[in-house]
């Protein structure tokens, strides 16, 4: 149960008080408000969905309470010669771990689902931020330990936040491998994370482009989203001289997106 310090600070976070003035407040206080404001969002993989034929549905999001660390994701991966985008989808799992900051605590199970994380004497784990200066960026970092000392063989995951040159926050997950589900690089998205990919991100269905892909279009009605643009965009030539799956690949990039 969450302390009422962490209850305060997460509602005057959530109010989003551009007038507040930090210098008024407790250092302790002020410091906890500023990693809240840089950390305390949600992320998706928006800009690599989809990789040639793998769709990627992968989302992750960040709350700091003043004391614990709680990261929430969702992951999924699925061919789309095996599954439809559109017709199959299904919203990936929400799972999460919660970790005090800076101190010794078990391994989650969703960190060490695998039992990778095993040996003789216990594993544990502990979780660390550190912040910039002028508070642009940070780096949330995963430490394990064992009979009383870290563990230096293996790679500590990291969840590194910063802005991007478009002026996007950015969440880039490095080390975890097969430490839950979480890795790449992340955009911020105003969704939250229970929301994310409730719903197909693209209205077009993989059996239609097979359809118009084989010279059978269904022409009865509206076709799928944005295809007499994409007709029409795609160079003769190009189409001519690729296979049916390097087609396929480059078509679902354009119609990908509303």
């Known amino acids: 149960m969450r302390s009422l310090r962490s209850l305060c600070l997460l509602k005057v976070h959530s109010l989003s008080l551009p007038t507040l003035d930090l210098g008024l407040l407790p250092p302790s206080l002020a410091k906890d408000i500023k990693i809240m404001r840089l950390c305390n969002k949600s992320f998706m993989n928006r800009d690599d969905y989809f990789d040639g034929f793998t769709v990627y549905q ?3 999001s960040i709350q700091f309470d003043g004391t614990s660390w709680t990261i929430q994701y969702r992951s ?5 010669t095996e599954c439809c985008p559109h017709c199959d989808f299904v919203q990936p799992d ?3 771990f919660t970790l005090e900051d800076r101190k010794l605590s078990p391994v989650p199970v969703q960190i060490n689902s695998e039992q990778f994380y095993k040996g003789p004497k216990e594993v544990l784990i502990t979780l660390s931020f550190t912040m910039k200066e002028d508070d642009t960026s940070g780096e949330i970092k995963i430490q394990f330990f064992q009979d009383g000392g870290p563990i230096l063989s293996r790679d500590n995951p990291t969840i590194t936040i910063l802005m991007n040159a478009e002026r996007q926050w950015v969440a880039e997950c490095d ?4 430490v839950a589900d979480i890795g790449g690089r992340y955009i911020e998205t105003p969704d939250p994370i229970q929301d994310v990919f409730s719903t197909p991100l693209h209205h077009s ?3 239609t482009v097979m359809d118009w892909l084989n010279g059978d279009p269904d022409t009865s009605g509206d076709f799928f989203f944005g295809l007499d ?3 029409s965009a795609i160079d003769d030539d190009i189409y001519n001289q690729q296979e049916t799956e390097e ?6 990039k354009l119609v ?3």
């Not at 999924?76 to 789309?80: E, G, H, M, P």
């Not at 080390?175 to 097969?178: K, L, S």
Request: net charge negative; charged share 15%.
């Open 58 to 60: 992968h989302a992750l």
């Open 76 to 80: 999924n991966n699925f061919l789309i």
């Open 94 to 96: 929400l799972q999460q």
């Open 175 to 178: 080390g975890f491998y097969r």
């Open 205 to 207: 269905c993989i059996g």
């Open 229 to 231: 643009d994409v007709i």
């Open 247 to 252: 087609f396929l690949e480059d078509f679902w």
């Open 256 to 258: 990908l997106w509303e």
